[in-house]
């Protein structure tokens, strides 16, 4: 972004950096001022928090722990070890039942969505619309379809004279009624970013192809495929972290059930800090989640994400 | 780098003071105008129904906010009521009442930012944790003598003596939720099983009717897991003799061989009678409404929906083991302010609303009294409730202690639909587990909020 020339000199920069404008301070200002208050004070007051025996309403109890709720997460005898490990391989097992789905069928949709043909705006917004939805609308709205009295699954598998499982109150029904609802509610975000991609594609580059002879298939896999590659890293990040985060539709769906099998760990440090009160636990767990995704992304970047192409 | 400090940091300061001022307001702004409009008219002089007691010096203009969990149509039937109260008490008293979906949260979060209303409606199993966490204040004098020396003995005991902590009295009982049977009128008529009536059936009743509900080939009963199994294994485990904790609430109890022949009974009856559900949202009540169920247990919530039904019958929980008992929670009406005027004149509306409980009962809860229990208006007000009154007695809320009921019930509630489903078969070890997990979070809770 450096200009070339003459006014790159030594004493001409200096005397720049001297002169600092206020103007691009006022242009961050607002969003700087949001990010601290909603985004930087809290993970950094949760960093202090963690390491506190700490509970809002009771100030006068409120023992510094230093490192100790960090340390129970990795003790089996302590009182968190069960249940917060149990959450967080609840969490990677939605992520293997949903990450795929989320990115893939995202895909085709896009891809679908993209072609030419009459009422592709309808069709964009219908695909779109479920995500203007709240998490209690749309798991309220698949709890009724998947609940075993009277819903509408179980129904229609009932008329067609099939034994229908109990699809939230046993496994694998649970993450598979969970994960059709994500899907349906958040897929709609994943298509239009790689919608947005599509677009960015020459078409030169079909038409060229077509001369050549290569089938859509083919198209697809060596055109399509590739110059989204950067896009795709950054969905698939995404919808890691956006799974990673699961808790409003085990909340309403399953209530963490069968048996805590649908218990995340969001859900967990939800339980420990606001129903439990124990607040400096439930902060250490998150900051250790956070710093586990952390590593993920990175990981993401690093294998997926390499662009020497470029 | 100087320089945007320099800027940054009063801008900081200044969005973080509008936000702590916005957030002020807000918690405000609510109140301010649920009194406006709930203002009493003011000609109103008419003698009142409940024969109200005195008013305590200074009361006059009170205006006094209550807050509830009943975000139901129980939430309309206790602002019908604080209505009554405010256009009928002689004292001037004018009471609001505001219901708060997510109940806890709001009220935590407002005993943080300092926002608190006058009182509020606690569940009992909180009350202690409440009060610890300073949530919740004591009744004073003033307020004491509204009630009166003897007006703790027209409750059941175990009923009174959770709102008493440390020697002070924290909450005055409103009404209990037990685990009640709902039956079916018609496939009872036709399998020929008679009526169960207000006390609660003896073993070889319930015996009789299931196998009589079998023979006449209908599904005899529905039972689910999550809450309905848990519920039903705390009722259970007192049936059989035994207790979730010891008195004092300190040691966990829950795998005794009560606690093993009451998750036997629950898996037992489950195979044997009722079809395969499981899950949320209550799906054993959902397939009974269907009419072709011979009865379930659940909770009086359920009773205004299923009086639509006119096969629906209710009853006190049977006797399923050896002695009659059932599982139950209980509001609580507790104080959050410790101003003396405010509080006397909060006691005042606490002793009608007490008094006045048969009209409560409408809304589908048991009255904590004896004597409104009694009153044989309650079967015109509340005739299902008067059906299942009997059930207050039968109740025994568990120990008060900080967090006790979650330390419980958040290991065997797990453990119990584990066992259910067939993926454990040894209930004396799945029991065992969960008690010792409890054991280690009923220390904690003990280290975290004892002395």
Redesign the interface.
């Given at each position: 972004m450096v200009k070339k020339g003459k006014s790159l000199s030594v004493p001409a920069t200096r005397k720049a950096r001297k002169k600092?404008s206020?103007v691009p301070?006022l242009f961050i200002?607002p969003h700087?001022?949001f990010f601290?208050?909603f985004l930087a004070w809290p993970f950094f007051y949760g960093i202090y928090i963690s390491l506190f025996?700490f509970?809002?309403?009771?100030p006068e109890?409120r023992p510094f722990v230093g490192l100790k709720n960090y340390a129970e997460l990795f003790d089996p005898k302590s009182?968190p070890f069960?249940d917060f490990w149990n959450g967080l391989s609840n969490t990677g097992e939605f992520i293997l039942w949903s990450v795929l789905p989320l990115v893939g069928i995202a895909l085709v949709l896009a891809v679908l969505l993209n072609r030419n043909y009459p009422g592709r705006g309808i069709f964009r917004t219908i695909f779109f619309a479920p995500y203007t939805l709240s998490v209690t609308v749309a798991s309220v709205l698949w709890?009724w379809i998947f609940?075993?009295?009277?819903g509408l699954v179980n129904n229609i598998l009932k008329g067609i004279g099939m034994n229908p499982p109990?699809?939230?109150?046993?496994m694998p029904g649970a993450w598979i009624a969970i994960t059709i609802a994500t899907v349906w509610w958040t897929i709609g975000f994943n298509t239009i970013i790689f919608l947005t991609a599509l677009q960015e594609i020459p078409k030169s580059l079909y038409e060229a192809a077509s001369i050549d002879g290569a089938n859509s298939q083919q198209q697809f896999m060596l055109i399509t495929v590739p110059m989204l590659r950067s896009v795709l890293v950054f969905v698939l990040t995404i919808t890691l972290i956006a799974s990673a985060n699961l808790f409003g539709q085990p909340y309403l769906?399953?209530?963490g059930?069968?048996?805590?099998g649908t218990q995340t760990v969001i859900y967990r440090i939800f339980?420990e800090g606001?129903?439990?009160?124990?607040m400096g636990r439930a902060a250490a767990m998150s900051i250790f989640v956070a710093l586990l995704l952390l590593s993920l992304t990175y990981l993401n970047f690093k294998f997926f994400g390499s662009t020497q192409e470029e | 780098m100087k320089s945007i400090t320099r800027y940054l940091l009063p801008l900081i300061v200044i969005f973080s003071m509008l936000i702590t001022a916005c957030g002020g307001t807000a918690t405000e702004a609510p109140a301010a105008t649920e009194s406006v409009e709930t203002q009493p008219p003011s000609q109103a002089t008419e003698v009142s129904a409940g024969g109200t007691s005195e008013c305590p010096a200074g009361v006059e203009g009170t205006t006094i906010e209550m807050w509830s969990p009943f975000t139901g149509p129980d939430g309309d039937e206790m602002t019908a009521l604080a209505e009554r109260f405010s256009s009928e008490n002689p004292c001037g008293i004018t009471v609001t009442h505001v219901a708060q979906p997510e109940y806890q949260q709001k009220l935590e979060a407002a005993a943080a930012a300092g926002g608190l209303p006058s009182m509020t409606a606690v569940h009992a199993t909180r009350i202690a944790a409440l009060v610890s966490r300073n949530v919740l204040k004591p009744f004073g004098p003033e307020a004491m003598a509204v009630f009166g020396d003897d007006f703790g003995s027209d409750f059941p005991e175990g009923l009174w003596s959770v709102g008493e902590i440390k020697g002070a009295r924290y909450s005055i009982p409103l009404d209990v939720h037990p685990l009640i049977m709902f039956y079916n009128k018609d496939l009872f008529e036709k399998a020929g099983i008679e009526v169960p009536g207000k006390e609660p059936w003896t073993r070889e009743q319930f015996e009789d009717a299931l196998a009589k509900l079998e023979a006449s080939k209908v599904t005899p009963l529905t039972l689910g897991n999550a809450f309905q199994a848990a519920a039903l294994f705390q009722a259970l485990i007192r049936q059989y003799g035994g207790s979730l904790t010891d008195a004092a609430g300190v040691t966990a109890t829950y795998n005794s061989e009560a606690g093993v022949k009451a998750l036997e009974k629950i898996k037992e009856l489950k195979d044997k009678y009722s079809p395969e559900i499981a899950g949320t949202g209550d799906p054993e009540v959902n397939a009974f409404k269907q009419g072709n169920v011979g009865m379930t247990f659940h909770g009086p919530w359920w009773i205004s929906d299923l009086e639509k039904l006119e096969f629906v019958g209710f009853a006190p929980l049977p006797t399923i083991g050896d002695s009659p008992a059932t599982w139950g929670g209980s509001h609580h009406l507790a104080l959050t302010t410790e101003d003396s005027t405010t509080q006397a004149a909060a006691a005042v509306w606490i002793k009608w609303l007490s008094d006045n409980s048969s009209g409560w009962a409408a809304a589908g809860q048991v009255p904590a009294r004896q004597s409104v229990r009694d009153d044989p208006n309650l079967a015109s007000v509340a005739g299902p409730i008067s059906q299942v009154a009997e059930s207050a007695n039968m109740v025994a809320l568990p120990t008060q202690a900080a967090g006790l009921e979650g330390a419980l019930w958040d290991q065997f509630g797990p453990a119990i639909d584990t066992y259910l489903a067939g993926d454990v078969t040894d209930a004396q070890a799945a029991l065992d587990e969960a008690n010792a997990k409890s054991q280690q979070v009923m220390e904690e809770n003990i280290e975290t909020y004892g002395d």
């Open positions: 600092v206020i301070y200002a700087l001022l601290t208050a025996k509970d809002f309403l009771r109890k009182v069960d709890w609940q075993g009295q009277g109990n699809w939230l109150g046993d769906m399953t209530g059930g069968p048996a805590e339980i606001i129903q439990r009160s124990q | -």
